[in-house]
């Protein structure tokens, strides 16, 4: 289980720690080159994951792989929304992503479980190269470059501060599953973050270039981080916990148990581009009523599930959780995007990234200490060990129907509508480009 859950969360504990600094390194370099860069290493930590000759070699090399997916997904959509500065548009563009999300999800169980049955796990980072490949050339044939029109200092000490504070909590909540509350690993990393937290926010709101805009992490934006931290990790635990479900209780294959969750990555590829069009038309409220409310009854009805459940069930309530995932990513990214600066599209991405992967990794190191009793038993025993697992989708899910109901931004036309203008500090920059209230920033302001 130990070994099981590095092999997870060394790719997000990275992910987590290092997503905001290579969000801002593509504001300031350029996206298009951080993001091939970023192809290259994960191509190279994806090479090093498959000739690992142990689980300790594969965890670090999951390290490395992380280490270029910080500069992917977060950078890829700092790019859309630089593309499409138009609110409305946005949205619906950043639905596009989320269908091609909903598609990998489609396909990646099945593809790698056929993998691994037919060629081992090892088969399962091979298969990157050549996506590699085709990803770095249509980068640079069709990518066009962007970066943020004034080029903002860097801010190495904060960057140092936000991998404390995110590596030193996600570290600990993972080492808290395998050696208790108690342990020097676990509370000793956790006081070093909770100390950075303060030092973080007063250093970076005397800073003229932050990498980290204190003053904006308000309102929208605060909402979009709790509601990307709740999905995420409620994702993950379920994904954690119906793997191990499909193939140690019920005895399926690798392939098998990729195919029950066709449905739910269907549905998240039919509906996320859907959701981003209702985004930008009317707001995040409704796609965020429908996502929690499709997690919360998804949560209350799996601790139903046993043994020998039939199959159709199971997809029916797996696809609860596909309309879940369809909904609740583009009103979070767009919330994310559209509550900072222009010239911060990939750092505004990043933020929202960051708060999913740290989600994520919490979320599987959960759901390792809930299910840890059940796993040798299996059967009856592991179901019940999931209980716990399912009570946390039902209260997520709660919470993201609450947050959509009340939060900020939930208004119609959210997506849409100019945020007021703080007071005046000095001396902040940006560089005009007001993606969230689509409109000219003020010089020596902070647009919300």
Known sequence: MAALQWT???????????????????????????????????????????LAPGAGALVAARAVQAVGGTMLNPVAMGIVATTFPEPA?????????????GLSLALGPVLGGALVDGWGWRAVFWVNLPVVAAGVAGALRWVPESRAERARRFDPV???????????TVFALISAGRSGWSAPSVWGPLALAAAAVPVLGRYEARRADPLLEVRSLRGPV??????????????????????????????????????????????????????????????????????GTALALAGALLPAVGPRTPVPALLAVFALVGVFQGTVNPPITDTAVSGLPGSMASTAAALASTARQTGSAVGVAVAGVLLAPGVAAGGARFTAAAHGVWWLLLAAGVLIAVLGAAGPGARRGAAAAPAPAPAPVAPVAADGAGAGAGRQAQSGQSPR
Do not use: H, K, N
């Open 89 to 101: 548009e946005r949205a619906r563009a950043i639905g596009v992503f989320g269908s091609v999300s």
């Open 222 to 291: 605060v909402a979009a981080l709790v509601l990307a931290f709740a999905a995420l990790g409620a994702f993950a635990a379920f994904l954690f916990a119906a793997t191990l479900y499909l193939q140690g209780v019920r005895g399926m294959s690798a392939l098998d148990a990729g195919l029950c969750l066709v449905p739910a990555g269907v549905l998240i590829l039919l509906l996320s581009p859907r959701t981003g069009r209702v985004v930008g038309r009317c707001g995040p409220r409704g796609p965020l009523l429908v996502s």
């Open 158 to 168: 904060g960057q140092l501060l936000v991998v404390l504070v995110l590596g030193g």
């Open 8 to 50: 997870v969360d060394a790719y997000t504990l990275v992910l987590a720690a290092f997503l905001l600094p290579a969000g801002a390194a593509a504001d300031r370099w350029g996206r298009r080159r951080v993001f091939v860069l970023g192809l290259l290493v994960f191509g190279l930590g994806s090479a090093l994951c498959a």
